[in-house]
């Protein structure tokens, strides 16, 4: 095959292509030393199993005290911050429609609200305006600080019922922001509901 392709070409032109062909083989046969080249691998599992703590990540989750001081400026749980500069959204929150604490979430999930009502609602009912005006209008963004605070607003310290401490409950998707005092006698009420009630999840399957 080798001595077809260089049929015809010049002797000088022959040993210059035979040279080239000598060093690209001697190139792939050359013995890699680690030592000097350094080659890593790349671990499948390791990329997965990252894949899955990051999803697991987004779910706000225990129950954490924090200090409040007088500017209204508390400790957004590390876990929260986390989640915050993982999915590169922001931290919402507004008045609770059904207790006295304060909703938070982030800015998708409460994008995802917004088109869930558009969808379900008629778009110029009372019902939707009503809805929307008490959260949309009364949500804002709370960025925090080098430190990890944010600064909750009057209006929502008030509303909870906060002074100089709270505490974050991880709801899953959100969380809420709670008068210590309050949420130990939510907690227990909540308890003894669900004690009484003993209710169960269905798997999917077993709604077919």
Not at 24 to 42: E, K, Q
Not at 48 to 59: A, Q
Not at 164 to 180: E, L, M, T
């Amino acid at each position: 095959m080798e001595a077809q392709a260089l049929c015809g070409l010049g002797e000088n032109r022959k040993k210059f292509i035979q040279n080239k062909c000598r060093t690209v083989n001697n190139l792939l046969n050359f013995p890699i030393d680690s030592h000097i080249f350094p080659c890593y691998t790349i671990n499948n599992t390791r990329i997965n199993e990252g894949r899955k703590e990051l999803r697991k990540s987004f779910l706000f989750m225990d129950t954490i005290y924090n200090k409040v001081d007088a500017k209204g400026r508390v400790s957004l749980p590390s876990d929260y911050r986390a989640i915050v500069k993982e999915t590169s959204s922001e931290i919402v929150c507004y008045r609770s429609l059904s207790a006295p604490c304060i909703e938070g979430c982030l800015e998708d999930l409460l994008d995802k609200l917004a088109a869930d009502i558009e969808t379900s609602l008629d778009f110029f009912s009372q019902e939707q305006d009503d809805l929307t005006n008490l959260i949309f209008g009364d949500a804002k963004r709370y960025p925090f600080d080098s430190t990890g605070r944010i600064m909750l607003s009057e209006k929502l310290l008030k509303h909870a019922g906060i002074k100089d401490s709270a505490v974050f409950v991880g709801k899953g998707r959100k969380f809420q922001i709670w008068n210590p005092e309050n949420w130990e006698k939510e907690e227990a009420r909540i308890r003894a509901e669900v004690l009484k009630k003993r209710p169960s999840l269905k798997s999917p399957a077993e709604d077919k």
